[in-house]
């Protein structure tokens, strides 16, 4: 069973920027490809951002050009850069296989004030 835990998220200001970081056990992780998702408050789940295992990259029109996703698979472990921070970022942030089959982590909590 993987086990997934995020971090990286706090309190940032609008234009600001945070990376986020998720470590992943096993050694599954190279070969899959995975994902960043978030949730706002009274909202679903959603994806933002997929990198294949072999790097290629995907984003939600909502963060596509701001945010950046990259993964280590040496260290099993995948980044998300997020730049130009607006308040409708504001979510808990978690990572996952896509599609998303692991248990969920804990996520990491980013807030963007105005």
């Known amino acids: 069973q993987v086990q997934l835990v995020e971090s990286g998220g706090g309190l940032a200001q609008a234009g600001g920027s945070l990376t986020l970081s998720c470590a992943a056990s096993g050694s599954t992780f190279r070969i899959n490809a995975m994902a960043w998702y978030r949730q706002a408050p009274g909202k679903q789940r959603e994806l933002i951002a997929r990198?294949?295992?072999?790097?290629?990259?995907n984003y939600a029109d909502s963060v596509k050009g701001r945010f950046a996703i990259s993964r280590d698979n040496a260290k099993n472990t995948m980044y998300l850069q997020m730049n130009s921070l607006k308040p409708e970022d504001t979510a808990v942030y978690y990572c996952?296989?896509?599609?998303?089959?692991?248990?969920w982590g804990q996520g990491t909590m980013v807030t963007v004030s105005s």
């Open positions: 996952n296989r896509d599609p998303p089959v692991w248990a």
């Open positions: 990198i294949s295992s072999y790097g290629s990259t």
